[in-house]
T-cell receptor, first 111, second 114 residues
Framework: QQQVKQSPQSLIVQKGGISIINCAYE??????FPWYQQFPGKGPALLIA?????SEKKEGRFTISFNKSAKQFSLHIMDSQPGDSATYFC??????????FGTGTSLTVIP | NAGVTQTPKFQVLKTGQSMTLQCAQD?????MSWYRQDPGMGLRLIHY???????DQGEVPNGYNVSRSTTEDFPLRLLSAAPSQTSVYFC?????????????FGDGTRLSIL
């Protein structure tokens, strides 16, 4: 059973546009939600993370929006660039040690 | 600064063989973890460690053993390889100010079991 459900599976965005990736969870014990970026042939890299005590966190062009009541969170990539083309994973943890990942979103930014 | 180093990068095994995937980090992180990545399934946690001498099971631990004798090293052992263990394996380490988490990943070991 997938603990974190991620959508869409793939996404194509024009350069300069906004990329939006969504994740949902059921376990209310989750209290930490990181996002990762993975390029082909490489390991994932931590992008940005949020706790449920805030509704939004922004780092550069990357923003996490969090809706605690809906048990949903999303990654927004503003002014998307071809270099952002990668696979993005959301994740969740409740004990700070065990992390559950979504199935990934393959983002392609077209020049 | 090497970060997280995984060896080997590629390996082909026959069913029933054993092997050890190596993972080393030079950032003095207490938290280390192993994941497997399969198409359409994201990353799944196999085992993790919060310090030397301390290990615990993750989501998919069956068929794998780990040990943590030093802060730097966290090897993953396949005792009797099965085709279902064909996957890409990632080791990660990390510790930020408030939570253990997989911050830094190695580049993976691509393992095929025939």
């Amino acid at each position: 059973q997938q603990q974190v459900k991620q959508s869409p599976q793939s996404l194509i965005v024009q350069k300069g546009g906004i990329s939006i990736i969504n994740c949902a969870y059921e376990n209310t014990a989750f209290d930490y939600f990181p996002w990762y970026q993975q390029f082909p042939g490489k390991g994932p890299a931590l992008l940005i993370a949020i706790r449920p005590d805030v509704s939004e966190k922004k780092e550069g062009r990357f923003t996490i929006s969090f809706n605690k009541s809906a048990k949903q969170f999303s990654l927004h990539i503003m002014d998307s660039q071809p270099g952002d083309s990668a696979t993005y994973f959301c994740a969740a943890s409740g004990d700070g040690n065990q992390f559950y990942f979504g199935t990934g979103t393959s983002l392609t930014v077209i020049p | 600064n090497a970060g997280v180093t995984q060896t080997p990068k590629f390996q082909v095994l026959k069913t029933g063989q054993s092997m050890t995937l190596q993972c080393a980090q030079d950032m003095n992180h207490e938290y280390m973890s192993w994941y497997r990545q399969d198409p359409g399934m994201g990353l799944r946690l196999i085992h993790y460690s919060v310090g030397a001498g301390i290990t615990d099971q993750g989501e998919v631990p069956n068929g794998y053993n780990v040990s943590r004798s030093t802060t730097e090293d966290f090897p993953l052992r396949l005792l009797s390889a099965a085709p279902s263990q064909t996957s890409v394996y990632f080791c990660a380490s990390g510790r930020d100010s408030s939570v253990n988490q997989p911050q830094h990943f190695g580049d993976g070991t691509r393992l095929s079991i025939l």
